[in-house]
C-alpha cells in the first residue's frame, strides 16, 4: 500500500514558477514509476512526466519547463514548473505505478492568472 501527500500547488501569475512535492509513504517507494498529472475540470486527466531509475520523460507541453525530481531517501518526488501559462491551471496528481498497482494522491490546484 502506497499512500501520496502532494503539497505546493496554488495561484501564480504568468511567467511565474512553482514546485510541487509528494510525500509517499509505504514500502519499496525506488521501485515504483512516479508520475505527475494534471487535468483540467471536465477533461481527461493528462500525464505531465514520470521517472524511473534515473529515466524521466515529459510531455511535450512540460519539456523545457518542468523538470521532475526524486529523492528516494526522502520518498519524494517533485515537479518544478518554470514559465507557466495560463494553460498550465490545472489540479496536478502525483501518480505511483509498479506492475498492476497504482495509486493516486489527492490533488493539488495550480491556477496560473493574473
Known amino acids: 500500500q502506497v499512500q501520496l501527500v502532494e503539497s505546493g500547488g496554488g495561484e501564480v501569475q504568468p511567467g511565474g514558477s512553482l514546485r510541487l512535492s509528494c510525500a509517499a509513504s509505504?514500502?519499496?517507494?525506488?521501485?515504483?514509476?512516479m508520475s505527475w498529472y494534471r487535468q483540467v475540470s471536465g477533461m481527461s486527466r493528462e500525464l505531465v512526466g514520470s521517472?524511473?531509475?534515473?529515466?524521466?520523460t515529459y510531455s511535450a507541453s512540460a519539456k523545457g519547463r518542468f523538470r521532475i525530481t526524486r529523492d528516494n531517501t526522502r520518498q519524494e518526488v517533485y515537479l518544478q514548473m518554470n514559465s507557466l501559462k495560463p494553460d498550465d491551471t490545472a489540479v496536478y496528481y502525483c501518480?505511483?505505478?509498479?506492475?498492476?498497482?497504482?495509486?493516486w494522491g489527492q490533488g493539488t490546484q495550480v491556477t496560473v492568472s493574473s
Open positions: 521517472t524511473f531509475q534515473g529515466t524521466i
Open positions: 501518480h505511483a505505478g509498479r506492475a498492476e498497482r497504482e495509486y
Open positions: 509505504g514500502t519499496f517507494f525506488s521501485q515504483y514509476t
